[in-house]
């Protein structure tokens, strides 16, 4: 192969295109990593419309964690005391198509589960899940996607009667008014933020960028206004200027009035909110929040963006329900550079949405609880009526419960590190522990779930398997497989469609190709919002990625637009009536607000080199480099009152666990916040979990986890010190943020 193989970035929903090259190309010396082996070569796809041939560090580093600490073959061990033994193909099906016959009869359907994850692909994801609910009768499929973005999910479906972000990333050079709130966009998503940026720069007296959080982090320092405001209380702050708005008249009453409910009972809420009680509540001042509305009020075109700072949280759904509220009280929706945009976190965690990929969803953005969508699945999937059960399944957190009660017999985890990811890691352990039965399916080994498993699966990954994924701006690229996967490593889709024909279901996964998988879920797309039926993988290999919607017969004007399709431009909502709904929500506050005992709110978030639990990035010379150890960040007031500084070790104790981190002094975080970041599980670093310290109280709608605050105590370690990788200091931290704009490559670049 001497050409480029075009395929998408696996790591962040920015979904990035990449080209990727051999290490050997003739008349070139071959491609090596530091330690001399051959490495492929990724540089940005000029071509992808998302990404206009840009990726950051990730992206273009991917390819040398390919052939390190790979999962070969399958493995087994009867308990977890024992050493893994390796065993064939064979032996591994019958072992699990055994225990999870047993386990169905004895303890019935509802006693197995399934944890999947957005770096599946699409084809991955929806043999999954039609195994689960379709064949063995249980709704317990969830993903990590739960823990990620379920409130914009619900948040979307209750306020515009769909899932499915209604805007695109041309809006990002479109606006008026960038509103980011609980986002670090430059650090986490940074080619969406890059696009923006450079709009930004250049139109810098027409364009604002307002951004909320609670710490000054690389996004908020690019910021016409920043309002760090206190942890958990978004919903004040957005209730407090749509006051504002309402005081000023800066609202749009046509709009209101013929495209949707429910405004009365919110302005009765928002009335609760006055800018001075509003201001004392977030921490800010009233000429602050009022500047906030201001840029949001005179802005004819309102861009708001969010990601993990929102939707982890007990309140995620009403969150993001406020969010929406403004863009309906201001008409900043359905039009060019307007609207509410979440990011997801993983590179398909979009595509999971439309695969059905939640325990509470079916395929094409249809419900379980909806007696319709699952009897038009059960007829596409030629099963008896009543094979879906109409109860959505355990989600994530639920899954661990049930293993702490006894309830699961049968856990099968893919693709995803629950022992670094959940809340509250040490009862999560303790869960894992207890399950008398648990299948690990993953690309790597070591990982820290991997010690809880019984049946090691080796998973090919990114690279190896053709499939799909789609972005957070609902383009779907196809994902070449352009090398051969280690070992005996199969697709994800094969394992879980060669257990169903075992089990008895022949006809429901006669797939022979990805491709095959990909035609059958478009199909049942057809008709829906996110309807991908024009959509096929020979289509996408020949004309590239392609947005939806993008249904199988195409009008003039959709085969026209092919990018930069935006929802709602016709100002018709998914909901009965065609109208959205206002949400009159209250503010409720953190889960575990800080106390006597906790004075300090933890909060937690990425780094712009690593990747959630690093199994791909702690495997990468130069991301090590860049991020060698996590880290406490404390304000310089707090430091003060506590006796220590930088470099000097803490230990942070919630009511749950505790973590022991070197300190960095910074003004850049609120006084009495914490920040650590999330990525170091027990593999990499000791006792510097962060999941150790947080808890996992849910919002009731969306059920995810608050994982993004949680009470701490900070006990200043005074004699003997942990040791561990050296800790860089705020300079040196800052000399590496800099490269972090030059480190947006172009795809001219090649990486190396
Ligand atoms: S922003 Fe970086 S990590 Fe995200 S898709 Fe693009 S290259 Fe990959």
Known sequence: MTEAAKTLCPYCGVGCGLEVLPPALPGKAVNRDSQGHPVWQARGDRAHPSSQGMVCVKGATVTESLDKDRLKYPMMRDSLDQPFRQV??????????????TVRQTQGPEAICMYGSG??????????????????????????????????????????GSDGPPCCYADLELTDCAFLIGTNTAECHPIV????????KKNKRKVKLIVVDPRRTETAKDADLHLAIRPGTD?????????????????????IDECTTGFADYAEVVSHYPPEQVAKVCGISVKDLKTAAQYWGE????????????????????????IINLHLMTGTIGRPGSGPFSLTGQPNAMGGREVGGLSH???????????????????????????????????????????EYGQVGFLWVAATNPAVSMPDIERTKA????????????AYFPTETAEFAHVLLPAAQWSEKPGTMTNSERVVTYCAAFRPAPGEAKADWEIFAEVGRRLGFEQQFAFGSAAEVYDEFAQLTQGRVCDMSGISHQRLRLEGPIQWPCPAIETAATAADKYDKRLYTDLIFATPDGRARFAAVHAQGLAEPPSADYPFVLTNGRLYGHWHTQSRTGRIEKIVKMHPAPFLEVNPRDAQKLEIQSGDWVEVRSQRGQAKLKVLVT???RRGTVFMPMHWGFLWAEDAECNALTHPESCPISLQPELKACAVQILPLRGEQPEANEILSETELNTLRKPLKSSILSGATTVR
């Open 88 to 101: 064939t193909w064979e032996a591994a099906y019958d072992r699990i198509v055994q225990v999870l016959q």
């Open 119 to 160: 770096q599946f692909q699409s084809e991955d994801y929806y043999t999954a899940q039609k195994l689960l609910k379709g064949c063995l009768g249980t709704n317990n499929f969830d993903a990590n996607s739960r823990l990620c973005m379920s409130s914009a999910v619900a948040g979307y479906m209750h306020s515009l």
């Open 193 to 200: 933020f890059n696009r923006f940026r450079k709009y930004h």
């Open 235 to 255: 919903i004040t702050l957005l209730n407090g200027m749509a006051h504002i708005l309402l005081d000023r008249g800066q609202i749009e009453p046509l709009f």
């Open 299 to 322: 802005s004819e075109r309102v861009l708001s963006l969010w990601s993990m700072g929102i939707n982890q949280s007990a309140e995620g759904t009403a969150k993001v329900r406020t």
């Open 361 to 403: 969803i079916l395929p094409g953005y249809r419900l379980v609880k909806n007696p319709q969508h699952r009897q038009e699945v059960e007829q596409a999937w030629q099963l008896p009526s009543g094979s879906i059960k109409p109860e959505p399944g355990l989600a994530a957190w639920d899954m661990m419960l049930g293993l």
């Open 431 to 442: 869960a894992l522990r207890q399950s008398p039965f648990t299948v690990y399916q993953d």
């Open 667 to 669: 003004q850049s975080i």
